[in-house]
């Protein structure tokens, strides 16, 4: 293994860096070596290991909708809900509890 002899220096979000060491204490990684993985990922893809774009759809802003598009949306969820394409809010919290240690 080589010697870990270089520095970086970056400056971030106080409360981007707070979640993310939190995580990474969760899973019991120091955060030097998360960021030594992240450096050895972006040289084996040649680039960024995850997908960097502006995503095709946003949030819906609900207090925006009218009574016609809320009601759209909520047909939406119940056929997705139907066609088993959605999970329970109980079992979504429980992967989020599960997920981050919570």
């Not at 870990?4 to 019991?28: D, F, H, M, T, W």
Request: no cysteine; hydrophobic share 40%.
């Amino acid at each position: 293994m080589a010697t870990k002899s270089a520095n970086l220096y970056a400056r971030i979000e106080p409360e981007v860096k707070e979640q993310a060491e939190g995580i990474l204490s969760a899973l019991g990684i120091p955060a030097s070596n998360a960021i030594n993985m992240f450096y050895k990922q972006i040289i084996l893809q040649r680039g960024l290991p995850f997908d960097v774009k502006i995503p095709s759809s946003r949030p819906i802003d609900m207090s925006a909708l009218s009574e016609d598009q809320m009601n759209l949306e909520i047909e939406k969820g119940y056929a997705d809900m139907k066609a088993g394409s959605a999970k329970t809010a109980s079992k979504a919290f429980a992967d989020i509890r599960k997920d981050y240690n919570l």
